[in-house]
């Protein structure tokens, strides 16, 4: 059979385009290939379309010879986006194509000491990833990591690691449903959680409920489920109420949380008894930076609730709270262990110099006021050159002497675990609370601390060191990859150094706090992605000392981003260039460091310039 080839029916007809890669990463070169119609085409245009198809890139391209070249940085909503071609006079489009665009969290400097914290973090902690219950009833959690509950799940060490699971876990709320379920009538909680579904709690504490409303606040910030979490409240309201109405945890005279004589958080008193005996009560630090945390974080679920009354309520008790606090627990450098409410002698022993580890707690919880903080990590780094301990990470310091006779465990005599122990976790807040009060550089030397363990021991991560650097044991469960201490250093570096966070929920509205200047790299890439939905925020900065500028791109899933953008030393900002365009900024300074502040909307690529000089005087 004879036939004839219609021109006008094959690709020339229609022209062509393609791009180089089908998978990007946000901020990744897209380079596209257009040809024109066998006909002859002049210029044509490329119209780019996020996963959600909102239009984010347009470009009008030159053909020479029928063909042509343009490139963009990929931006918009995750997923599959699409790239349409246009012809003069033409109101259809004459061909698309699609590409993929993903996400990853990471940082990319180059530098080992930044680049391989997230990738080691994730790894470890999911060795401590831990799945019970049923397809119609799942738990998903994470374990502590010298626990005797080897088949159960505590509360505090899981949700201490959400600020690192939060950027791979899918499985965000099944867990805390779990708990939530197992409210007592009086509105306590458990501790925790075993595989069979039993619970326990360790009469001594009274944290369990702060940490459940703060479980539910940070999960909610990831996944945004509204509706989750206004049920929730009801649950997280008499848990509050409990603790307010326990004779054994709370105090009428001065309205503060209190609990046993323990070692700061932890769960023990004298004599390693875990059952509260009612006859040593003290009002500790660590609770109530966690209680006025969780009073805030009620007023902003109400808000999102839609019950401003509510909210309001909340946020004047978290003040309240807070200032209550202070006025007991702050004398004047630190903030004390704990207040004795009962009678409780330490012969020989001054337990008032005592820093206890809830005081990295207060510094990045909020309780601590700047001036406070930087009092407090000026307390620990005189102390570390003073005792020449392998790092600043102290439980205690000092620990309670063992003349005292306090706690018969090898492990627990003065210097071990929460009697003065190193703890990673409290060497990850601190180093946090220096990126957040103006000591980066401080930070910066944190970080290098912890590299230096990772090192030294091959990457494996405990609970807890003696005071010279070696690895302190206490149980048969003991794991070299202790969630708490590693998802602290993780945060350290995501929110503190890379400067990331949800400043809302689902990283619709982003706070940007770049802090690379304190480091010698001059370039440096950062993504923070949650991967139970497609939410996600990139940065590109680049330092141009010759032009005296910083640069910076950046894309994301969400509509506005709040630049904290810290300044080299010895600079100032001078103007800021926005998409092109001079927009205004203030300059804040926190101790001897500089900052940019200002807005932008995210809509497809942003591009940002600031141009520095030399500091005034």
């Known amino acids: 059979m004879a036939y004839r080839v219609r021109p006008e029916a094959t690709m020339g007809a229609y022209g062509d385009i393609t791009t180089d ?8 070169t897209v380079r596209v290939r257009v040809t024109g119609r066998a006909r002859g085409d002049v210029c044509c245009k490329v119209c780019v379309l996020d996963a959600k198809l909102r239009p984010y890139h347009e470009a009008q391209v030159k053909l020479v010879d029928n063909h042509g070249e343009v490139q963009f940085s990929a931006a918009g909503a995750l997923g599959v986006q699409w790239l349409y071609l246009y012809f003069p006079s033409e109101e259809r489009h004459s061909r698309y194509t699609n590409i993929v665009v993903d996400a990853e969290t990471g940082i990319r400097t180059g530098n080992p000491l930044f680049d391989g914290l997230y990738p080691l973090t994730r790894e470890a902690l999911q060795l401590g990833r831990r799945e019970f219950g049923s397809a119609e009833r799942p738990f998903v959690g994470y374990i502590s990591g010298d626990t005797w509950q080897i088949n159960g799940v505590w509360l505090r060490d899981w949700i201490y690691q959400l600020p690192a699971y939060r950027y791979w876990e899918r499985e965000m709320t099944c867990g805390l449903d779990r708990f939530l379920e197992t409210q007592n009538p009086d509105g306590s909680m458990p501790d925790g959680i075993r595989r069979d579904g039993t619970t326990w709690r360790m009469a001594v504490e009274s944290d369990v409920e702060y940490i459940l409303v703060l479980g539910v606040y940070e999960t909610w910030q990831v996944t945004g489920d509204g509706a989750w979490m206004a049920a929730a409240l009801p649950k997280l309201e008499r848990a509050l109420a409990y603790i307010e109405q326990d004779e054994k945890r709370w105090d009428a005279e001065h309205q503060l949380v209190k609990r046993g004589h323990t070692c700061d958080t932890w769960d023990f008193e004298i004599h390693e008894t875990a059952d509260f005996v009612g006859k040593r009560f003290v009002a500790a630090t660590c609770d109530q930076s966690g209680y006025a945390l969780a009073y805030r974080a009620m007023a902003e679920m109400w808000a999102g609730a839609g019950d401003a009354a509510k909210a309001a309520a909340f946020a004047d008790k978290a003040q309240g709270y807070a200032a209550r606090a202070n006025a007991l627990l702050w004398d004047g450098v630190k903030y004390q262990h704990h207040i004795h409410l009962t009678p409780i002698e330490h012969p020989g022993f001054d337990e008032t110099q005592q820093l206890a580890m809830g005081n990295t707690w207060a510094v990045t919880r909020g309780l601590a006021d700047h001036e406070q903080a930087v009092s407090i990590i000026s307390e620990y ?77 091959g990457n494996r991560v405990h609970v807890w060191y003696w005071p010279n650097g070696e690895i302190g044991f206490r149980t048969t469960n003991e794991v070299p990859y202790t969630g708490w201490g590693m998802a602290g250093w993780l945060h350290a570096l995501m929110d503190g150094l890379a400067g990331l966070r949800d400043a809302g929920t689902r990283l619709q509205q982003v706070s940007a706090s770049p802090r690379w200047a304190a480091t010698a790299e001059r370039g440096a890439q950062a993504c923070i992605r949650y991967a139970s939905n497609d939410a996600y925020f990139a940065y590109e900065m680049r330092l141009d000392e010759v032009q005296g500028a910083l640069c910076l791109r950046y894309a994301g899933s969400g509509e506005r981003v709040d630049f904290h953008v810290l300044c080299p030393a010895g600079w100032e900002p001078r103007e800021v260039w926005l998409n092109g365009a001079v927009v205004g900024f203030q300059r804040i300074v926190i101790g001897e460091s500089m900052y940019a502040d200002f807005e932008a909307e995210i809509a497809g690529e942003g591009l940002v310039k600031i141009t520095c000089g030399e500091k005034s005087e």
Not at 21 to 28: F, Q, T, V
């Open 21 to 28: 890669r089908r998978r990007y990463a946000p901020l990744d």
């Open 381 to 457: 780094r005189r102390r570390h050159a003073e005792t020449g301990d392998a790092y600043p990470w102290w439980s205690l310091q000092p620990g309670y002497p063992d003349e005292l006779d306090y706690y018969p465990g090898a492990h627990a005599k003065q210097g071990g675990y929460a009697n003065g122990g190193l703890m990673p976790w409290v060497g990850g807040e601190l180093c946090r609370g220096a990126f957040l009060h103006g000591l980066e550089r401080y930070g910066v030397e944190l970080l290098r601390q912890y590299n230096d363990l990772l090192a030294r021991t």
